[in-house]
């Protein structure tokens, strides 16, 4: 019966774990190596904290080597880089992948914290990995945006309100979209008191509800909730560019309203 073996050099024993064998993997927990244990180099630590690693023999932090209890010190004698590099590498990525599928919450704190903690490195690893793989990525938002156009099309006002309001210098307030604005004033026109249609089909009719600014962001509005409400397209486009008290005296000429005449509501 064929069987994996151990991956250290010369030694055709039955595979353990991580690539090793029971011998060498006994000796890779205890000192950080699968054949460190047939000798005892001494371990060389510095008064200041640091240790030096028996791989890259680099003189680094206690905080770099793994900990272990059957290890000088309680860490390893190899820092995790070396350790990484001389393990069975395909082993620890599916073993990582396992855990990280078996405690998502975890994961995503632990995923969280680093990328605070590494701001700038997580930016450029993000930067590099976009860089590298933007034809797939590019294929994969294009395959979502067809598959959900009515979250495409909220997602693109988002980014181009907060555009807007950036080149105004006013101030965003996050997760402003149809839907949320929905939950909060309901389904009618705040101002001409029609029932809108939601429909996430791309129709561009007067009855489409959108994202209304009661104070536009032309005019030095923000894109906060205390200025965002819903409106029909109608009125909406009706009312333009225009303060409120502007476009009251507007549709008193116009008349351009659902029924012909501006009812506009106090705005909360």
């Given at each position: 019966?064929?069987?994996?073996?151990?991956?250290?050099?010369?030694?055709?024993?039955?595979?353990?774990?991580?690539?090793?064998?029971?011998?060498?993997?006994?000796?890779?927990r205890r000192y950080g190596s699968p054949e460190s244990g047939l000798f005892r180099e001494k371990v060389k630590?510095?008064?200041?904290?640091?240790?030096?690693?028996?791989?890259?023999?680099?003189?680094?932090?206690?905080?770099?080597?793994?900990?272990?209890?059957?290890?000088?010190?309680?860490?390893?004698?190899?820092?995790?880089?070396?350790?990484?590099?001389?393990?069975?590498?395909?082993?620890?990525?599916?073993?990582?992948?396992t855990w990280h599928h078996n405690n998502p919450e975890k994961s995503a704190r632990r995923s969280k914290a680093?990328?605070?903690?590494?701001?700038?490195?997580?930016?450029?690893?993000?930067?590099?990995?976009?860089?590298?793989?933007?034809?797939?990525?590019?294929?994969?938002?294009?395959?979502?945006?067809?598959?959900?156009?009515?979250?495409?099309?909220?997602?693109?006002?988002?980014?181009?309100?907060?555009?807007?309001?950036?080149?105004?210098?006013?101030?965003?307030?996050?997760?402003?979209?149809?839907?949320?604005?929905?939950?909060?004033?309901?389904?009618?026109?705040?101002?001409?008191?029609?029932?809108?249609?939601?429909?996430?089909?791309?129709?561009?009719?007067?009855?489409?509800?959108?994202?209304?600014?009661?104070?536009?962001?032309?005019?030095?509005?923000?894109?906060?909730?205390?200025?965002?409400?819903?409106?029909?397209?109608?009125?909406?486009?009706?009312?333009?560019?225009?303060?409120?008290?502007?476009?009251?005296?507007?549709?008193?000429?116009?008349?351009?309203?659902?029924?012909?005449?501006?009812?506009?509501?106090?705005?909360?």
């Amino acid at each position: 019966m064929d069987y994996r073996t151990c991956s250290v050099d010369g030694c055709e024993a039955r595979y353990r774990s991580i690539g090793y064998c029971e011998r060498h993997y006994r000796h890779f927990r205890r000192y950080g190596s699968p054949e460190s244990g047939l000798f005892r180099e001494k371990v060389k630590d510095f008064a200041d904290g640091t240790r030096e690693c028996r791989g890259c023999r680099q003189r680094l932090a206690l905080n770099a080597f793994g900990r272990s209890k059957d290890s000088p010190g309680g860490y390893r004698t190899k820092c995790g880089k070396c350790i990484y590099r001389d393990s069975d590498q395909d082993l620890q990525r599916a073993n990582a992948r396992t855990w990280h599928h078996n405690n998502p919450e975890k994961s995503a704190r632990r995923s969280k914290a680093w990328r605070t903690d590494n701001a700038e490195r997580s930016k450029a690893a993000q930067r590099e990995y976009r860089k590298s793989n933007w034809p797939a990525l590019h294929e994969q938002q294009r395959q979502w945006r067809l598959n959900n156009p009515g979250k495409a099309k909220a997602q693109s006002d988002r980014a181009e309100h907060n555009r807007r309001v950036r080149l105004n210098t006013g101030a965003v307030d996050r997760d402003i979209s149809v839907d949320s604005l929905r939950a909060r004033h309901g389904d009618r026109c705040a101002y001409c008191s029609r029932l809108m249609i939601f429909d996430q089909d791309g129709r561009w009719g007067s009855e489409k509800a959108s994202i209304e600014h009661t104070t536009p962001l032309s005019r030095g509005g923000s894109h906060v909730w205390a200025n965002t409400t819903l409106a029909c397209l109608g009125c909406n486009r009706s009312k333009g560019a225009r303060t409120l008290t502007e476009w009251g005296n507007y549709g008193e000429i116009k008349g351009d309203g659902a029924d012909g005449t501006k009812d506009i509501h106090t705005v909360t």
